[in-house]
């Protein structure tokens, strides 16, 4: 069974800072795609990035990477530069066939 | 802009209602699904739909059920509200295809009262 594991609840940051979220994931199949999402207080969840899992090369979308090592399953996001904005639950998930798995979230608290 | 849109920010229903949420999106997309989200349980999925009238039960579809009469809408009923379903139900849909994440609705927080 696919598993994703988001071993933090909750992390913080100061403004300007980088910080990074952890992820790590269970499958024993070799195409699947992995996200990052965002889901700020206002509660609906946005697509931050994503990582195919044939594409070694870590995804980028301006502040916000991944590092993706496929052979120890993990998936991190690294925020850099924090800005007040990004304050919010981020959310890790697999996508197998058309199902996706999500992990429990991390709450991130950016401190000015 | 595309959208996936739930009817409802905020519903108080009493025990024993009968509840219908709803979820539309404008994307043409296949797939259509329901969760609910509990702090510290993340996203549980409910139910899920891969075309018009199909339906699949996803981890917790107990005290729920589904309709998909139409491509672009996906329903949840809750057919007998209990204070246990008290909670933020999020829909999202998706296009086949593993490169393809999810669009989410703003959700929805059922409170039984």
């Known amino acids: 069974a696919q598993t994703v594991t988001q071993s933090q609840p909750e992390m913080s940051v100061q403004e300007a800072e980088t910080v990074t979220l952890s992820c790590t994931y269970d499958?024993?199949?070799?195409?699947?795609?992995l996200f990052w999402y965002k889901q700020p207080p206002s509660r609906q969840m946005i697509l931050v990035i994503r990582?195919?899992?044939?594409?070694?090369q870590n995804a980028t979308e301006n502040r916000f990477s991944v590092n993706f090592q496929k052979a120890a399953k993990s998936f991190s996001l690294k925020i850099s530069d924090s800005q007040l904005g990004d304050a919010a639950m981020y959310f890790c998930?697999?996508?197998?066939?058309?199902?996706?798995?999500f992990g429990t979230g991390t709450s991130l608290t950016v401190i000015p | 802009d595309v959208k996936v849109t739930q009817s409802s920010r905020y519903l108080v229903k009493r025990t024993g209602e009968k509840v219908f949420l709803e979820c539309v999106q404008d994307?043409?997309?296949?797939?259509m699904f329901w969760y609910r989200q509990d702090p510290g349980l993340g996203l549980r999925l409910i139910y899920f739909?891969?075309?018009?009238?199909?339906?699949e039960k996803g981890d917790i579809p107990e005290g729920y059920s589904v309709s998909r009469e139409k491509k672009e809408r996906f329903s949840l009923i809750l057919e007998s509200a209990s204070t246990n379903q008290t909670s933020m139900y999020l829909c999202?849909?998706?296009?086949?295809?593993?490169?393809?994440?999810?669009?989410f609705g703003s959700g929805t927080r059922l409170t039984v009262v």
């Open positions: 990582q195919e899992a044939y594409k070694q």
């Open positions: 499958t024993s199949e070799s195409d699947y795609y």
């Open positions: 994307m043409d997309h296949e797939n």
């Open positions: 739909s891969y075309d018009v009238k199909m339906k």
């Open positions: 999202a849909s998706t296009f086949s295809g593993l490169n393809y994440g999810y669009t």
């Open positions: 998930a697999y996508r197998s066939g058309n199902q996706f798995y």
